[in-house]
């Protein structure tokens, strides 16, 4: 069992960073993928970046990539979404996400969700 809990969302005007941060419980959090998806307003959730548990491969939807980064910390059960050129399109609650199987597509579907953090880029 995983728990999950976003932080470091935000306003930011376009152009802007912002880091999101997720902890995780649980003694096993080494052993899991993590991964962010976000849900604009009146729009499906949808798949933003993920990581495998050792770090050693990442995946980005098209429209983050070369903008945002994920990462991870084992030693401290985190996990980081660095968000740089942000856009009014990326508005959204961003969750995070777990599971202990990986695939580098935007077909993953992780069985472990936080309760998501808003980021908000003005215009």
């Known amino acids: 069992q995983v728990q999950l809990v976003e932080s470091g969302g935000g306003v930011v005007q376009a152009g802007g960073s912002l880091r999101l941060s997720c902890a995780a419980s649980?003694?096993?959090?080494?052993?899991?993928?993590m991964g962010w998806f976000r849900q604009a307003p009146g729009k499906e959730r949808e798949f933003v970046a993920a990581i495998r548990w050792s770090g050693d491969s990442t995946y980005y939807a098209d429209s983050v990539k070369g903008r945002f980064t994920i990462s991870r910390d084992n030693a401290k059960n985190t996990v980081y979404l660095q968000m740089n050129s942000l856009k009014p399109e990326d508005t959204a609650v961003y969750y995070c996400a777990a599971d202990r199987f990986y695939i580098a597509t935007m077909a993953w579907a992780p069985g472990y969700w936080g309760q998501g953090t808003q980021v908000t880029v003005s215009s």
């Open positions: 649980g003694r096993t959090f080494s052993s899991y993928a």
